[in-house]
């Protein structure tokens, strides 16, 4: 039982490039997550899925799309990078199931510099 | 809307002090409360939750929260600190009633003197 897996754990783009982050969960969960953290900013909502086939803006969507392949894995893409968009991002995964309580469980996180 | 404020983006103490870290939460409905703690270099991981049963709740490695509806906190303690605990520790707020989102605040990093 993995948890939360997330590829890369780092990378480096130039302005411009484009990449997907990576996220799968084995836990059966129906909600996902992206976030980014940033120093003295806690973390930020990017997208969210809360169950296959749909996603939904969170705070800071803009710059980024989503996909939420199939119930285990849920991809955030970057178009066209910017330096803004150098963070910590992490994935994250909850269930909603009676009696649980929305906790959310949390992959190791990728480092993305953006040059 | 909901919202949470964590006083303190730094906080020190001495090896073997008490640790104490401040939340206040805002939410129009009973919310689910949550801990999490992140060691340098690593994802979230849960410390503790109030999910309305006893309002002091007990963690992972010595930590507890008392859940004060009156004073809107959630404030997280530890009787004695040690090396490891030196993190970053966020505490989060869910609405149960609402949606799956949860809204962290902005984190208070703990700082531990030897």
């Known amino acids: 039982n993995a948890g939360v897996t997330q590829t890369p754990k780092f990378q480096v783009l130039k302005t411009g490039q484009s990449m997907t982050l990576q996220c799968a969960q084995d836990?059966?969960?129906?909600?996902m997550y992206w976030y980014r953290q940033d120093p003295g900013m806690g973390l930020r909502l990017i997208y969210y899925s809360a169950s296959e086939g749909t996603t939904d803006k969170g705070e800071v969507p803009n710059g980024y799309n989503v996909s939420r392949l199939n119930k285990r894995e849920f991809s955030l893409r970057l178009e066209s990078a910017a330096p803004s968009q150098t963070s910590v991002y992490f994935c994250?995964?909850?269930?909603?199931?009676?009696?649980?309580?929305?906790?959310?469980?949390f992959g190791p996180g990728t480092r993305l510099t953006v040059t | 809307a909901q919202s949470v404020t964590q006083l303190g983006s730094h906080v020190s103490v001495s090896e073997g002090a008490l640790v104490l870290l401040r939340c206040n939460y805002s939410?129009?409905?009973?919310?689910?409360l949550f801990w999490y703690v992140q060691y340098p270099n690593q994802g979230l991981q849960l410390l503790l939750k109030y999910t309305s049963a006893a309002t002091l709740v007990k963690g992972i490695n010595g930590f507890e929260a008392e859940f004060k509806k009156s004073e809107t906190s959630f404030h997280l303690t530890k009787p004695s600190a040690h090396m490891r605990d030196a993190a970053e520790y966020f505490c989060?707020?869910?609405?149960?009633?609402?949606?799956?989102?949860?809204?962290f605040g902005k984190g208070t990093r703990l700082h531990i003197l030897p």
């Open positions: 836990m059966n969960h129906n909600s």
């Open positions: 939410s129009s409905v009973p919310p689910y």
């Open positions: 994250a995964s909850s269930s909603h199931r009676a009696l649980e309580t929305y906790e959310q469980y």
């Open positions: 989060a707020v869910s609405d149960k009633n609402r949606d799956d989102k949860i809204i």
